[in-house]
């Protein structure tokens, strides 16, 4: 009956979105009443989608069989986490969370934005609601969720067992929330082009739906890449996999977009390009939720075997991106810019990030579909693959990183680059020191590793620098620097711990790329092996059963150089409904590093054990939750909350001139 | 979508056989280290864009044991590659070939920078002129008021 009753709320989505989309572009001159019906709209279909949801998730959850979606990807007697995310572990599921999403930030936007001129507010609406309907639509009339099963089996088929951990129960709602939130971007760049009207007051409204979005999309893709690192079994975090680069190129253009927004905010400049970058970001995260859905990008083992559904997808993808690109081409012009600067200023510096990460966009986006298009003309069967990727992304990104630490010393309109300059000797002389010590420790295996540490250090202490520069460090009574830096806006923060936690990130890539350590060996249990300072003892092998599953346990003691000893446990699981195998791996954290320990396969009487030492391998992640957190920070600054009015105090009076 | 890549590398597990194994690898430690750096560079024919140096599967095992006897017999690094593409084709190398059908995916990067910059020139350029004042006709108009 709930299944039912959920089937329905999801038709009456469609129903209402659509009814929204022509009621919102019919009549959005016609004031306020049109707005507020589309307001009351978008949280009805909030509500409705959120029905249907929940309708799925109790049918996982009580192991309701008569559902096909619940029969082929559940399991009685799996655990109620994995009932729960095995929801969206499937084609049809997951898109109703896509959906779910998208319903949720257009409620946002009607809650919230209640100040915005009735006019945007009824065309965002709108550009939501097609949304909406085009997504309800395709779930709906091809893959729909809500399929019976008569009669219905006494078990279900169960959730593929890579996927029955708690990475996909986080990994893929955060990055949906990422690739959804977009679309208010989408939508508010639409809006601007619909209503040919576009000023500061509008990248101030769309900065922080971005970066909200952003946020989610960090943590989405770094909860990703250590998911694959643990899960995996050999410790690889990123593959310059389609599936990855389809992720990845919505957060660089995301990251475009962030800065160019604020150009537009501050200085009412790169309205167009803004607004370009807005319709990308959010085409780019279609791409990436459904390109690689659609068949065409990895030809097999995809979700959408079914042709047609495919061929819907593209049709999708094809209107919602070319309507928008095409209403760009026929408006774009319209717009005035304003606010000139010269070459050398903040402004020139953020095109500058533009440049390079747009320019990074493109290249990766070349890299991906080449194969595919080159097969289609020439019949030529290429891979483009990590080495590729890791030359074109590397020789963009240095550049990109060299020059960043320079761009919050530079003032507004018109800068001093000397002065920056100076200004960050000091942070170059440490970077530099601390580049050759730890070569000089470390021992140079690979000739770009310290190139790499320089540039990470060179970011994270030109952070650094920038803050003291602020506090007036050292040139003032101390007292008077704290206070300062207590006293900075939280945006100033916010740049400063989000381009640390970037230098974090190279520096976590850089040191276990270049000094990592690998030990493949057999023992028997009471034997040991050694790795880097690190004495492993396999103490025993043990065959457990799980709760769904069967075990192959090995018990290890660590010694590590400092003399203290921790366990690990290390197991290889077959699941009983599948029969499929997973490696476990077994991982401990000595400060910033890891040791990751693998049990393999048996080897005649003997079992195969995998060592590495990955020498501050955490950093990569510890900076992406660096950038996350700055994220945050900026997202309670006063100036750019959610939702704050466009003159928070009263119009300022014109100065005299 | 990560997980959904996790699935699908899920299905190279099936065979009971994991990356490089105890029994593949070469007293050598240098010729060890030159066939790791080759494996890393081909790509395992049955999984979706991993290299068989990462691969559990049966066909990466066998790849990863041709590279190394290749190498014991005393080929160069590049010798080894040519040998597994004249069997397999060039779509095992993860490096895509520098040529005439490559050509384009090479120079996207550098010709997308330079289309960028030359954008930002001309623009700026423009802007700087829009900014200077009058144009030739705006000029003579108001000389013609004086």
């Given at each position: 009956m709930s299944i039912e009753l959920g089937h329905f709320a999801l038709i009456l989505t469609f129903a209402i979105a659509t009814i929204s989309t022509i009621g919102g572009y019919g009549f959005w001159r016609s004031g306020p009443r049109i707005a507020l019906v589309l307001s009351q709209g978008a949280i009805l279909q909030f509500i409705l989608v959120a029905v249907a949801?929940?309708?799925?998730?109790?049918?996982?959850?009580?192991?309701?069989?008569?559902?096909?979606?619940?029969?082929?990807?559940?399991?009685?007697?799996?655990?109620?986490i994995y009932k729960i995310s095995g929801v969206w572990g499937n084609h049809e599921g997951s898109m109703v969370l896509w959906i779910l999403i998208l319903v949720a930030f257009g409620a946002m936007v009607a809650a919230f934005g209640r100040r915005l001129p009735?006019?945007?507010l009824t065309l965002v609406l709108a550009t939501q609601s097609l949304l909406t309907a085009a997504f309800a639509g395709f779930t709906i009339f091809t893959s729909n969720p809500f399929a019976r099963l008569v009669p219905a089996p006494l078990e279900g088929n169960d959730l593929n067992p890579v996927l029955q951990d708690i990475g996909l129960a986080i990994h893929p709602p955060l990055l949906y929330a990422g690739y959804v939130g977009f679309s208010i971007c989408f939508s508010f760049a639409v809006a601007a082009l619909v209503s040919g009207r576009i000023d500061?007051?509008?990248a101030r409204w769309v900065r922080p739906w971005t970066m909200l979005s952003w946020i989610f999309l960090t943590l989405g893709i770094a909860m990703g890449s250590y998911w694959a690192y643990y899960e995996l079994g050999w410790g690889g975090w990123w593959f310059w996999d389609p599936v990855e680069n389809a992720s990845f190129m919505p957060w660089l253009a995301g990251t475009a977009l962030l800065h160019s927004a604020l150009v537009m905010e501050k200085r009412n400049a790169l309205k167009i390009w803004t607004i370009f970058l807005s319709i990308i970001t959010?085409?780019?995260?279609?791409?990436?939720?459904?390109?690689?859905?659609s068949g065409i990008l990895t030809s097999v083992h995809t979700f959408a075997s079914d042709p047609t559904r495919g061929l819907v997808i593209l049709t999708l993808l094809a209107l919602v991106i070319g309507g928008a690109f095409a209403l760009f081409a026929f408006r774009a012009a319209s717009l005035r810019q304003g606010g000139?600067?010269?070459?050398?200023s903040r402004e020139g510096a953020l095109i500058l990030n533009n440049l390079f990460l747009a320019t990074a966009v493109g290249a990766i986006l070349v890299g991906t579909l080449y194969p595919l298009?080159?097969?289609a003309l020439t019949g030529t069967t290429i891979s483009v693959g990590a080495p590729f990727f890791d030359l074109t992304f590397g020789a963009l990104m240095a550049p990109l990183l060299l020059v960043l630490p320079f761009g919050p010393l530079l003032a507004w309109k018109r800068a001093d680059i000397v002065g920056a300059a100076q200004r960050l000797i000091g942070a170059a002389a440490v970077a530099l020191f601390a580049t050759i010590l730890i070569s000089a420790l470390g021992g140079v295996s690979i000739s770009l590793a310290p190139i790499g540490l320089l540039l990470g250090f060179w970011v994270a202490f030109g952070a650094v620098a920038e803050l003291v520069d602020r506090s007036k460090l050292g040139r003032i009574p101390l007292r008077e620097s704290g206070r300062r830096l207590a006293g900075l806006p939280r945006t100033a923060w916010s740049t400063a711990i989000a381009h640390f936690g970037i230098g974090v990130t190279v520096l976590g890539i850089v040191s276990t790329t270049a000094w990592e350590t690998e030990l493949v060996t057999t023992l028997n249990p009471g034997e040991s092996a050694q790795l880097s300072g690190y004495t492993v003892v396999f103490d025993r092998f043990a065959q457990v059963p799980g709760p769904n599953y069967l075990a192959d346990e090995g018990h290890f003691t660590v010694t590590d150089p400092g003399g203290g000893t921790r366990s690990m446990l290390a197991d290889r699981r077959t699941y009983v409904a599948s029969g499929m195998p997973t490696t476990e791996a077994a991982i401990e954290t000595y400060g910033f590093s890891q040791l990751y320990l693998q049990l393999g396969e048996p080897l005649d009487d003997t079992h195969v054990v995998r060592i590495w030492h990955k020498p501050y391998i955490t950093l990569i992640?510890?900076?992406?939750?660096l950038m996350a957190l700055a994220g945050l920070l900026s997202l309670t600054d006063r100036r750019l909350r959610v939702g704050v009015p466009r003159r928070a105090t009263g119009t300022q009076p014109e100065p005299a001139r | 979508m990560r997980w959904l890549r996790v699935l699908l590398l899920a299905l190279c597990l099936v065979a009971p056989v994991a990356a490089v194994g105890p029994d593949e690898i070469l007293p050598d430690p240098a010729l060890e280290q030159r066939a790791r750096d080759i494996s890393a560079g081909l790509r395992c024919l049955v999984c979706q864009n991993q290299s068989i140096d990462d691969s559990d599967a049966e066909l990466a095992r066998d790849l990863r044991v041709l590279v190394r006897e290749r190498l014991v017999a005393g080929d160069s690094d590049e010798a080894v590659r040519q040998y597994v593409v004249d069997r397999y084709g060039e779509y095992v190398l993860l490096n895509p070939r520098l040529g005439w059908h490559t050509i384009l995916l090479?120079?996207?990067?550098?010709?997308?920078l330079l289309a960028g910059l030359a954008t930002l020139l001309v623009t700026g350029r423009r802007r700087r002129a829009a900014e200077a004042g009058l144009s030739a006709q705006e000029q003579a108009a108001l000389d013609e008021l004086r």
């Open positions: 949801f929940a309708a799925l998730v109790q049918a996982f959850v009580t192991s309701d069989f008569s559902l096909l979606l619940a029969a082929n990807n559940s399991h009685s007697l799996k655990p109620l009735d006019d945007l500061q007051a509008w959010f085409s780019l995260s279609l791409l990436g939720t459904f390109l690689v859905r000139l600067f010269a070459p050398v298009l080159l097969d992640w510890l900076g992406t939750v | 090479w120079a996207a990067g550098p010709l997308l």
